[in-house]
């Protein structure tokens, strides 16, 4: 939820990253170097129900991603991420895109 109060003061927007899995492999925090800009198009209020029976409170929220972004550098880990950012250029997107599809495959393969 903090975010999320941090993303209504900075015009409804947010990155959305990734952990970096070497970093949780070393048990430390990281991300990785892309993310993507989002946009907060709705909220609204809604209710939870337990296996017990038991309701709480929640936020249901639609969010729009508009834009991939590069993290430069990160300045906060609590009690959120703040990262300086960057542009990501086509180049870029399309190594990153392929990395990532071939890291997947071999997984579905192993």
Same mark, same amino acid.
């Given at each position: 939820? #903090?975010?999320?109060?941090?993303?209504?003061?900075?015009?409804? $927007?947010? =990155?959305?990253?990734? /952990?970096?899995?070497?970093? *949780?492999?070393?048990?430390?925090?990281?991300?990785?170097?892309?993310?993507?800009?989002?946009?907060?198009?709705?909220?609204?209020?809604? #209710?939870?129900?337990?296996?017990?029976?038991?309701?709480?409170? $929640?936020? =249901?929220?639609?969010? /729009?991603?508009?834009?991939? *972004?590069?993290?430069?550098?990160?300045?906060?880990?609590?009690?959120?991420?703040?990262?300086?950012?960057?542009?990501?250029?086509?180049?870029?997107?399309?190594?990153?895109?392929?990395?990532?599809?071939?890291?997947?495959?071999?997984?579905?393969?192993?």
């Amino acid at each position: 939820l #903090s975010a999320l109060r941090s993303a209504f003061s900075h015009g409804n $927007s947010f =990155v959305h990253v990734a /952990l970096d899995p070497e970093a *949780v492999a070393k048990r430390q925090i990281g991300v990785v170097a892309i993310g993507t800009e989002c946009q907060i198009l709705s909220v609204s209020p809604s #209710s939870k129900q337990n296996v017990r029976g038991e309701a709480s409170s $929640s936020l =249901v929220v639609d969010v /729009l991603g508009v834009r991939q *972004v590069r993290v430069e550098q990160c300045t906060q880990f609590e009690p959120h991420v703040r990262a300086r950012l960057g542009s990501v250029g086509e180049l870029e997107l399309a190594s990153a895109d392929d990395g990532s599809l071939e890291r997947h495959l071999s997984e579905v393969d192993a």
